[in-house]
């Protein structure tokens, strides 16, 4: 008997509908998948063989082939366990399965657990867009499917649970908690707790209402580091549909953890010995990298001169562009890149230049400054020198301004460019 059941394949962070075929035929006992997949797909084997020996049915001990189509498309990944484990079993006559409208998602453990998988907010979007009504997915993943609406989302914790469901013997309640953004929490450090640096203060804030890429030189200690890591706290919130572009990304890297829509920006870090391919994306199945998981947020690199320049360079195309194409053998994918970036560096190698103390050669300093490219500085709006703190602003018991009123001035002043460019333009560096 065959048996056909819907299930996703991830493409990029899109995702297409895969059919799953099971037939089972007269012959000596053997389990062969066919339809380009890859390791993780061809382990299935053993993780469904065991799943349905550890639950409440019984493996057929017969020839099942399982066809995943379109053949054309490679199959990636374990997401496939639990359709394939239903469609022996609907095959087998074990259960009777209404797929039309339905999809399932999951990955098996030998025990029949269902583990989560990645990339299921896309997932939920494509089923929504092709016409599934129902889908059958890891409790630990419906907290992200229930950000999109119109979809019967089914928690499933173990194959038996589903086998009662099919069967008829205990009911699977839809997942209906309301699906709520909350009050967006507070990012730390706040502008409040750093001292002095009025200066840079307002360079960053000029930055984050204009969306432009900023440089911060100085000596160590004056804190460019802890002024990058506060410049997230002065951006304003994510809209709606930011916040879905983010979620997506993050959900295909596994970056969720469980949680729903990501409502706070991005804040990403990389060490300055990261490679070209952590930073942009890659793999045989392209994965994003540093920078689409800054989309929306912010890259932090520290350290610039340190980094490689040929890791630099990968960058102009997307600060560009605010996109980044990657392109493999046998795949090609584009994943959002539109962040701010903020860059520090030491003004020489001893990082005292200008004082008593400097050790550098003026060539020495002239070598080290010509690490990071033209091209690339280009693409740099703001540059500010960020001197060391003085004795009297570290004493100076004076508050300073939070971070909640300068994002309350970075807010207004984007809503006077999007009300001057009816929408189509939000920010200057979009000009």
């Known amino acids: 008997m065959l048996a056909i059941l819907n299930s996703f394949a991830l493409v990029g962070l899109e995702a297409k509908l895969i059919r799953v075929e099971v037939d089972l035929s007269r012959g000596l006992p053997a389990l062969t998948i066919v339809g380009l997949p890859d390791k993780a797909v061809e382990e299935a084997k053993e993780r469904v063989r065991s799943a349905i020996g550890n639950s409440e049915a019984r493996f057929p001990l017969q020839r099942i082939t399982i ?148 440089l911060l030189s100085g000596p160590p200690g004056s804190g460019k ?58 793999g045989a199945w392209p994965r994003p990298g540093e920078i689409s998981l800054a989309h929306r947020g912010v890259l932090f690199l520290d350290e610039l001169p340190e980094f490689p320049r040929s890791v630099l360079e990968v960058l102009r195309q997307p600060l560009e562009d605010g996109v980044v194409t990657v392109s493999r053998a046998q795949n090609t994918a584009t994943f959002p890149a539109k962040f701010i970036l903020v860059a520090a560096q030491n003004p020489c190698p001893c990082g005292k230049a200008g004082t008593d103390g400097c050790t550098c050669l003026p060539s020495q300093i002239v070598r080290y400054q010509k690490k990071v490219s033209g091209p690339f500085l280009d693409r740099i709006d703001l540059a500010i020198t960020v001197p060391a703190v003085k004795y009297q602003d570290l004493v100076d018991k004076k508050p300073s301004e939070s971070s909640s009123m300068i994002r309350g001035r970075v807010a207004r002043a984007r809503k006077y460019q999007f009300d001057r460019y009816q929408g189509e333009i939000i920010t200057n560096s979009e000009m």
């Not at 029949?112 to 979007?125: E, F, N, S």
């Not at 706290?233 to 949680?259: C, F, M, R, W, Y």
Request: overall charge neutral.
């Open 67 to 214: 066809n995943l189509a379109p053949a054309g498309l490679k199959k990636v990944g374990s997401a496939f366990d639990l359709a394939i484990a239903v469609g022996i079993l609907g095959s087998d006559e074990q259960l009777k399965i209404d797929s039309s409208g339905c999809a399932f998602l999951g990955e098996l453990a030998l025990n029949g657990d269902v583990r989560g998988v990645t990339g299921v907010l896309p997932i939920a979007l494509s089923a929504q867009e092709v016409g599934i009504k129902t889908l059958y997915l890891p409790e630990s993943n419906v907290q992200e499917a229930g950000v999109v609406k119109g979809l019967e989302i089914k928690p499933i914790k173990s194959l038996n649970q589903l086998i009662a469901h099919l069967a008829g013997r205990q009911r699977i309640k839809p997942y209906s908690q309301p699906f709520t953004t909350g009050p967006m929490t507070e990012s730390k450090p706040d502008f409040s707790e750093i001292k002095g640096q009025f200066q840079a203060k307002r360079v960053l804030e000029i930055a984050a209402a204009g969306g432009h890429n900023v």
């Open 225 to 282: 580091s802890m002024l990058a890591k506060a410049f997230r706290s002065i951006l304003p919130p994510l809209t709606d549909t930011e916040s879905i572009e983010v979620t997506k990304i993050h959900s295909v890297a596994g970056a969720l953890q469980g949680e729903g829509l990501v409502t706070t920006r991005p804040f990403r870090s990389p060490h300055h010995t990261s490679s070209a391919i952590s930073l942009i994306g890659g």
